[in-house]
């Protein structure tokens, strides 16, 4: 802790001067402070023509708790493979996506698409990923290793169980009846790659003797002839895989390829593209974990491991709905010293553990939101003007071990200790962005307060005024 203090003037006949000098050395510390929250002084303590300024690190709990489903549709990305990540194991996904009817290159009917002739041909039927340059991998591999990926014909309908279902969730799985074809090849990370392979010949060859058979019916028989007749697709990797690997799911398609038999052979090219950004969603689940962040420990989101059980540690994964939470347990003592002192600034300094992240893609900032005891969000934190609150980080490009999160919460405390009652139960969130809804799968473990060297804290500056009787 430190602690400035004035001099306070001891002749009489400069005493309302000195009052004077104090209230604008006041105002000039508040503007010095470089805060964007803001805060109001009881007459008493105006009084005063002496103060002291003092900073203390407060002790913050971290904890972990996992959502029981995560949202996986509606985002483009298809993520398959497998990666380890310390603390909770094993990450696998699959995806999982429904095709719409055929259409022809550079059209958006499909109307002409379903016009086959007795005299096609079938030639060849190719699927086309799109790599979006995102690629986990296991820590303990050096080299980039082959990587086989695989499409599977779904057994049955990709479609949703209840009527009011509008996306799909993380534990939702379809069960795959055939292979269509496999693909191997070196990911690099953060390149771009756009694969082309073929898929086999039998299901190719269907395709085309289905487009033949629907001559002369309606569009809405065909239909639901299509969907009858391919029910979804799978994309998963081989059980060996160790990395997972994120593709574009709007840019994924399957193209038929044929011609019409006769003098001048024509060509004939049909796309099969993604229906719609719901019908398209990534199977997540971890294997392997250790407790105390495996699947069974965390049952519920309700749940939470404090870091005292979990090696002082929090965990952070989006795409399987680790969160990490921050509760105040010495709030009460804060509460009782406002009374006498007041909180100027309040800053959450929040440090990651060195090694728990990708440094090529360390996330910039994070949201937070309030939390009650069940980890149900109640609202968003924001600072004196309204807006959301957001971290900063902050770290030197050429020793990121001192790299931490900086965030200002002096509006949520001082709105905190004004009220009668305080809920120690109540805490915050960390997200990635400004909802829980995660579009990567970022990770990060933060290091909690009972750790000996780089400790998240809670970092309170405040004046002590000493009060004077006119």
């Known amino acids: ?62 904890s972990t708790f996992r959502l029981d489903s995560v949202l996986t549709s509606s985002q483009n990305r298809i993520w398959v493979g497998k990666a380890q990540k310390p603390a909770i194991g094993t990450i696998c996904s699959e995806s999982f996506l429904r095709l719409d009817e055929p259409k022809l290159p550079g059209s958006s009917s499909n109307y002409y698409s379903w016009h086959g002739s007795q005299k096609e041909v079938y030639d060849s039927c190719t699927i086309v990923l799109c790599h979006t340059g995102r690629f986990e ?23 949703f169980a ?69 029910k979804g697709i799978k994309i998963s990797s081989s059980d060996d895989a160790m990395a997972l690997l994120g593709f574009y799911a709007d840019s994924t398609m399957i193209c038929l390829h044929s011609h019409l038999r006769g003098f001048d052979a024509v060509k004939v090219e049909r796309q099969f593209r993604m229906m719609g950004s719901n019908l398209q969603f990534n199977h997540v689940w971890n ?51 406002s009374k006498y002192q007041h909180i100027v600034k309040a800053v959450l300094k929040l440090y990651p553990k060195v090694g728990s992240y990708d440094k090529n893609r360390i996330p910039t900032t994070f949201y937070l939101h309030e939390v009650n005891k069940g980890n149900v969000i109640t609202g968003s934190v924001i600072n004196a003007r309204g807006g959301n609150v957001y971290s900063t980080l902050v770290y030197d490009a050429f020793d990121r071990s001192q790299m931490y999160y900086y965030v200002d919460i002096t509006y949520y405390i001082n709105t905190i200790l004004s009220n009668d009652l305080v809920d120690e139960n109540n805490g915050l969130v960390l997200t990635w962005g400004s909802s829980m809804t995660p579009t990567n799968y970022n990770f990060m473990i933060f290091n909690g307060h009972g750790v000996d060297l780089h400790r998240s804290v809670l970092e309170v500056t405040f004046y002590n005024f000493d009060r004077e009787e006119r």
Do not use: W
């Open 287 to 337: 294997e392997d974990a250790d407790e105390p962040f495996s699947p069974e420990k965390l049952e519920h989101r309700y749940i939470q491991v404090t870091e005292d059980s979990a090696d002082f540690q929090s965990v952070m994964y989006e795409g399987l709905g680790y969160y990490t939470r921050v509760n105040f347990p010495s709030i009460e003592s804060l509460k009782n010293m």
């Open 1 to 62: 802790m430190t602690i400035k203090k004035t001099n306070h003037l001891g002749q009489s006949h400069k005493k309302h001067f000195a009052k004077l000098a104090a209230a604008l050395t006041l105002l000039i510390a508040i503007f010095a402070a470089c805060s964007d929250e803001d805060f109001t002084l009881s007459d008493s303590t105006i009084k005063s023509s002496s103060y002291a300024e003092m900073v203390s690190t407060t002790k913050i709990q971290l």
């Open 162 to 230: 209840d009527e009011n279902e509008t996306n799909f969730y993380n534990v939702r799985s379809f069960p795959a009846d055939s292979l269509l074809g496999s693909f191997t090849f070196n990911p690099r990370p953060h390149s771009r790659p756009r694969l082309r392979f073929r898929l086999n010949d039998t299901f190719g060859q269907s395709l085309v003797d289905f487009i033949k058979a629907q001559v002369n019916l309606s569009s809405k028989d065909i239909t639901q002839n299509f969907d009858r007749f391919l």
């Open 137 to 159: 991998c296991a820590q303990d591999r050096d080299t980039i290793q082959p990587f086989e990926i695989r499409v599977e014909c779904l057994a049955q309908k990709l479609e």
